[in-house]
């Protein structure tokens, strides 16, 4: 039992000790998702890259367009993010990829972005995902909370509540 707990006070303990930062270069090969979109297109339009940081370590990475439509594929993401920024009238964020590099990681980088959207940017109304469609990625969104809104014919959308 003492072991147990030990366990728990340490996943609380590093969970507490995590930041959302924004990251500008990252090795796209890592992302388990869309490891074939590159760094300029995860970067340009005001595409963002963000990263959990525990000490000097980024555990978790989550790529996020804005946008004000739902993307059913990655060329909607492309053009719809282009556009939004282009129009400066984004409403939605896109998290089109999330991985962790530690367990427990996934679920907080939503949490904290989650989070930083609600602080700091006033004029996104909704978290959408443009995720795979495969048992995991449900099963990964459905457990931390987030309602599916559609089954498209290659990808699924998810939205998490901010507001």
């Given at each position: 039992?003492?072991?147990?707990?030990?366990r728990?006070?340490?996943?609380?303990?590093?969970?507490k000790?995590?930041?959302l930062v924004?990251?500008f270069?990252?090795d796209v090969?890592?992302?388990p998702?869309?490891?074939?979109?590159d760094l300029?297109?995860?970067?340009?339009?005001?595409?963002?890259i963000?990263g959990?940081?525990?000490e000097?370590?980024i555990?978790?990475?989550?790529?996020?367009a804005?946008?004000?439509?739902?993307?059913?594929?990655?060329?909607?993401?492309?053009l719809?993010?282009?556009?939004s920024y282009?129009?400066n009238?984004a409403?939605?964020?896109v998290a089109?990829?999330?991985?962790?590099?530690?367990?427990?990681?996934?679920?907080?980088?939503?949490k904290k972005l989650?989070?930083?959207?609600i602080?700091d940017?006033?004029?996104?109304?909704k978290?959408?995902?443009?995720?795979?469609?495969?048992?995991?990625a449900?099963?990964?969104?459905?457990?931390?909370?987030a309602?599916?809104?559609?089954?498209?014919s290659?990808t699924?959308?998810?939205?998490?509540?901010?507001r």
């Amino acid at each position: 039992m003492k072991t147990f707990m030990n366990r728990v006070d340490n996943f609380f303990k590093w969970v507490k000790g995590t930041e959302l930062v924004e990251l500008f270069d990252i090795d796209v090969s890592e992302d388990p998702v869309r490891p074939a979109l590159d760094l300029k297109f995860r970067t340009s339009n005001d595409r963002k890259i963000y990263g959990l940081k525990y000490e000097n370590n980024i555990e978790g990475i989550v790529c996020v367009a804005f946008t004000n439509e739902i993307p059913n594929t990655e060329k909607e993401l492309e053009l719809m993010s282009k556009n939004s920024y282009l129009e400066n009238n984004a409403t939605i964020a896109v998290a089109y990829t999330v991985w962790s590099r530690k367990r427990g990681a996934g679920r907080e980088i939503i949490k904290k972005l989650t989070n930083h959207i609600i602080k700091d940017m006033p004029q996104i109304e909704k978290i959408i995902t443009l995720s795979p469609l495969t048992p995991i990625a449900t099963h990964y969104h459905i457990r931390n909370g987030a309602e599916l809104i559609s089954i498209n014919s290659t990808t699924q959308n998810f939205q998490y509540k901010i507001r």
